[in-house]
């Protein structure tokens, strides 16, 4: 079992569409972060969220700490082909950071 | 360069044979990770290292697997005998780590390899 779960694992949608993805997990955690890794790539980092609660917004995303702080989400608004990718959560405990399964998105045109 | 440079980017090798990877970080970066990723899944954490601290090796998958890191910036992954099921991309990330908790972390590029 997974400290982060992630839902769904693929989603596959047409250019234009809404989504959401999800991290959960049983722990509370300090901070979360969700990166976008693009195929050859590593990770890079959309976004760190603290407090419980807390909604930030990157354009067309929008990401929404719990206010338990033991779960995230990310939506994204009309999703556009060069949003594809794999989408990963990480809790911070401490120093250590471990990463959740994904949510590979594909946009199609 | 200023990012985190992993060496090399792929990697053949014939099983049981020794493989070492390695990761230079960003400089001033005291917290180095390395992680595990197969085909389309997420990240196997594997190993980490702050500072002068012992390293966290609780990710290791078997005692063939090790890592250093020499002069708290260089770090090399050591696969022994590599197995089939050792083919995967191998990522290295390193950040600030000074007590704040979020700071963001920096991947290379990867190594892939591939044991036939």
């Known amino acids: 079992t997974q400290l982060l779960e992630q839902s769904p694992q693929f989603l596959s949608i047409q250019e234009g569409e809404n989504l959401t993805v999800y991290c959960n997990s049983s722990?509370?955690?300090?901070?979360l972060q969700w990166y976008r890794q693009e195929p050859g790539e590593g990770p890079v980092l959309l976004v760190t969220?603290?407090?419980?609660?807390e909604v930030k917004k990157l354009k067309r995303l929008t990401f929404q700490f719990g206010d338990a702080r033991k779960d995230s989400s990310l939506h994204i608004t009309a999703a556009q082909p060069g949003d594809t990718g794999l989408y990963l959560c990480?809790?911070?405990?401490?120093?250590?950071?471990?990463f959740g399964g994904g949510t590979r998105l594909m946009v199609k045109p | 360069g200023a990012g985190v440079s992993q060496s090399p980017s792929n990697k053949v090798t014939e099983k049981g044979k020794d493989v070492e990877l390695r990761c230079d970080p960003i400089?001033?970066?005291?917290?180095l990770y390395w992680y595990r990723q197969s085909l389309g899944q997420g990240l196997e954490f594997l190993i980490y290292f702050q500072g002068n601290s012992a390293p966290d090796k609780s990710g290791l998958p078997s005692d063939r697997f090790s890592a250093e890191r020499t002069g708290g910036s260089v770090s090399t992954l050591t696969i022994q005998r590599t197995q089939q099921e050792d083919s995967a991309v191998y990522l290295c990330?390193?950040?600030?780590?000074?007590?704040?908790?979020?700071?963001?972390?920096?991947f290379g590029q990867g190594t892939r390899l591939t044991v036939v």
């Open positions: 969220v603290v407090t419980g609660g």
């Open positions: 722990s509370v955690f300090s901070s």
């Open positions: 400089s001033g970066h005291t917290a």
């Open positions: 990330a390193s950040r600030i780590a000074t007590g704040r908790v979020n700071t963001e972390a920096f």
């Open positions: 990480a809790a911070n405990a401490g120093n250590m950071l471990t």
